[in-house]
């Protein structure tokens, strides 16, 4: 909860929270009071409407280096962190812009590793938006995650029950990809397909199909620009993850004017 605040935390579904710390807290040695401050961000992975409920937000840090590995080993609860506040534009707004008659057919979601986090609060909001007989809302979701392992794999349990919340109408598709074997299978992880390989064109097209099934021309022809033709992407990753999206996204025919990026640069 941030404090000196009242009320419950504001944030759009897909910001960060901002965070400045002192060296001296993290522990560096040398790190004197005017040592440069250490800037991190970390995507809120609750939804607004939980941290309405609770005055909290939720961050899902995985362990990489200096305060990441701070956070999960000295941190302790209760304690006060630096928090900046919230930023970033990475949220379903990206999608507002278009009217009814304009908006994509769907929707895909895809993220390398910890890059889930986002997708969380974002597959929320569109969920509830549809619940809630949003018009605007794309009726299809297709949302991928891909880790080397399974037991990698963040927010599994939490998206999964997401998903079962769709209302009639709108179908979400979860698959879980693993890049180094010992591929998921469905019954691995909840409400999820599993599925082994990168981030390629063939692979969302073939996810694609398997789950909204594909309409085909009067010759039996997949129809012009491929089953993701005009769909919108929100793609969040490491940056080698981010360039390989573009690739796979515009082979698969989805619109590149509608990616919507978030880079989690190291
Ligand atoms: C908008 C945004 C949102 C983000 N959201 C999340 C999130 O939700 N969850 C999350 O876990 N992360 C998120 N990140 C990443 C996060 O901000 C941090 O970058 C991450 O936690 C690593 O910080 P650190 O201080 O622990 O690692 P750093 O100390 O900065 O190190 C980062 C990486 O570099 C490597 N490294 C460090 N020093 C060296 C060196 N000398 N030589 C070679 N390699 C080195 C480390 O091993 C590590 O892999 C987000 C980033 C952005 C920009």
């Given at each position: 909860?941030?404090?000196?605040?009242?009320?419950?935390?504001?944030?759009?579904?897909?910001?960060?929270?901002?965070?400045?710390?002192?060296?001296?807290?993290?522990?560096?040695?040398?790190?004197s009071d005017s040592a440069p401050l250490v800037q991190r961000t970390w995507t809120v992975s609750s939804h607004?409407?939980?941290?309405?409920?609770?005055?909290?937000?939720?961050?899902?840090?995985?362990?990489?280096?200096?305060?990441?590995?701070?956070?999960?080993?000295?941190?302790?609860?209760?304690?006060?962190?630096?928090?900046?506040?919230?930023?970033?534009?990475?949220?379903?707004?990206?999608?507002?812009?278009?009217?009814?008659?304009?908006?994509?057919?769907?929707?895909?979601?895809?993220?390398?590793?910890?890059?889930?986090?986002?997708?969380?609060?974002?597959?929320?909001?569109?969920?509830?938006?549809?619940?809630?007989?949003?018009?605007?809302?794309?009726?299809?979701?297709?949302?991928?995650?891909?880790?080397?392992?399974?037991?990698?794999?963040?927010?599994?349990?939490?998206?999964?029950?997401?998903?079962?919340?769709?209302?009639?109408?709108?179908q979400v598709q979860l698959v879980l990809f693993t890049t180094r074997g010992g591929g998921a299978s469905s019954?691995?992880?909840?409400?999820?397909?599993?599925?082994?390989?990168?981030l390629t064109a063939a692979a969302l097209s073939e996810h694609a199909r398997l789950a909204f099934g594909v309409?085909?021309?009067?010759?039996?022809?997949?129809?012009?620009?491929?089953?993701?033709?005009?769909?919108?992407?929100?793609?969040?990753?490491?940056?080698?993850?981010?360039?390989?999206?573009?690739?796979?996204?515009?082979?698969?025919?989805?619109?590149?004017?509608?990616?919507?990026?978030?880079?989690?640069?190291?």
């Amino acid at each position: 909860m941030p404090q000196g605040s009242s009320g419950a935390p504001s944030y759009a579904p897909g910001q960060y929270a901002a965070f400045e710390f002192t060296q001296q807290l993290l522990g560096v040695p040398d790190g004197s009071d005017s040592a440069p401050l250490v800037q991190r961000t970390w995507t809120v992975s609750s939804h607004p409407r939980q941290s309405a409920q609770t005055g909290t937000f939720t961050m899902t840090i995985k362990r990489a280096g200096l305060v990441s590995s701070w956070m999960h080993d000295e941190l302790r609860v209760g304690q006060a962190l630096p928090f900046r506040g919230f930023g970033g534009d990475f949220t379903p707004a990206l999608l507002d812009g278009a009217g009814p008659a304009t908006q994509p057919p769907g929707v895909l979601l895809l993220a390398g590793g910890i890059g889930i986090t986002p997708m969380r609060p974002i597959l929320e909001e569109l969920v509830a938006r549809a619940a809630a007989g949003g018009s605007a809302v794309p009726s299809k979701v297709l949302l991928g995650l891909w880790v080397q392992r399974a037991d990698q794999a963040a927010l599994t349990r939490e998206l999964g029950d997401i998903a079962r919340r769709a209302p009639e109408g709108m179908q979400v598709q979860l698959v879980l990809f693993t890049t180094r074997g010992g591929g998921a299978s469905s019954g691995d992880v909840a409400g999820w397909r599993g599925a082994e390989g990168r981030l390629t064109a063939a692979a969302l097209s073939e996810h694609a199909r398997l789950a909204f099934g594909v309409r085909l021309g009067d010759e039996g022809e997949e129809h012009e620009g491929g089953p993701l033709a005009g769909w919108a992407s929100f793609v969040c990753g490491p940056p080698g993850f981010m360039l390989g999206a573009e690739a796979a996204l515009a082979g698969a025919g989805a619109d590149l004017g509608r990616m919507h990026t978030e880079a989690f640069s190291y």
